[in-house]
């Protein structure tokens, strides 16, 4: 494993950590110390591994030659019921974590376009800024449990909030089906590039 995929791990994993943080803390800031309580408020990466996702997928990803390396963390504990006005703060609960990655992607492509670096150091922005566009397209996906359907929930009537809330138990396996039906190619990485053109331009 070379110096440069280490980093572009390291990159990774401290952006999806930054992820579950931004969870954690505003719904900290809305009233619920859970995430806090359960140490989960930290930059230590180890409370926020996750097998598959932290540990496997990305070594799977790695030793396969995949030209791409993606995961995430465990999910930071909410309780919903703590939150001031539970419906309204959940929706910046799950806001907050792909607004984190587009301001870590936008950074990053600050960085890149104000000192211009070459070599190594320019594929690190670069890479830093793509994976975290990814993460927040990803991410924002209307599919329970992902981020997006936290807004969704949100902004619909409560029955109907209630009925959409139950294809969390299918979520993730609704995800898995339509990356490996090539979904990913249409729901995603059009959102991701029209991002990147806007920061890159």
Same mark, same amino acid.
């Given at each position: 494993?070379?110096?440069?995929?280490?980093?572009?791990?390291?990159?990774?994993?401290?952006?999806?950590?930054?992820? *579950?943080?931004?969870?954690?803390?505003?719904?900290?800031?809305? +009233?619920?110390?859970?995430?806090?309580?359960?140490?989960?408020?930290?930059?230590?990466?180890?409370?926020?591994?996750? @097998?598959?996702?932290?540990?496997? @997928?990305?070594?799977?990803?790695?030793?396969?030659?995949?030209?791409?390396?993606?995961? =995430?963390?465990?999910?930071?504990?909410?309780?919903?019921?703590? @939150?001031?006005? %539970?419906?309204?703060?959940?929706?910046?609960?799950?806001?907050?974590? %792909?607004?984190?990655?587009?301001?870590?992607?936008?950074?990053?492509?600050?960085? =890149?376009?104000?000192?211009?670096? *070459?070599?190594?150091?320019?594929? @690190?922005?670069?890479?830093?800024?793509?994976?975290?566009?990814?993460?927040?397209?990803?991410?924002?996906?209307?599919?329970?449990?992902?981020?997006?359907?936290?807004?969704?929930? +949100?902004?619909?009537?409560?029955?109907?909030?209630?009925?959409?809330?139950?294809?969390?138990?299918?979520?993730?396996?609704?995800?898995?089906?339509?990356?490996?039906?090539?979904?990913?190619?249409?729901?995603?990485?059009?959102?991701?590039?029209?991002?990147?053109?806007?920061?890159?331009?």
């Amino acid at each position: 494993m070379s110096l440069f995929t280490l980093l572009e791990l390291s990159i990774l994993v401290f952006s999806i950590i930054l992820h *579950e943080i931004a969870h954690g803390g505003v719904a900290f800031l809305f +009233g619920d110390p859970t995430a806090r309580n359960a140490g989960r408020l930290t930059l230590n990466p180890v409370p926020h591994i996750d @097998l598959m996702g932290s540990i496997l @997928l990305p070594l799977v990803l790695l030793f396969s030659g995949a030209h791409f390396l993606i995961g =995430w963390a465990k999910p930071v504990p909410i309780n919903v019921a703590r @939150l001031g006005n %539970p419906r309204r703060d959940f929706m910046f609960v799950g806001a907050a974590g %792909p607004a984190t990655n587009l301001a870590l992607a936008f950074l990053a492509a600050a960085a =890149w376009k104000i000192f211009q670096p *070459e070599g190594d150091a320019g594929r @690190l922005l670069i890479y830093a800024s793509v994976i975290n566009v990814v993460l927040a397209a990803f991410n924002l996906m209307p599919i329970p449990p992902l981020d997006g359907s936290r807004i969704v929930m +949100g902004l619909l009537p409560r029955r109907l909030a209630y009925e959409y809330g139950k294809l969390e138990r299918y979520g993730m396996v609704i995800v898995l089906v339509l990356v490996v039906a090539g979904g990913f190619r249409y729901a995603v990485a059009p959102v991701a590039e029209l991002l990147l053109r806007i920061m890159f331009a």
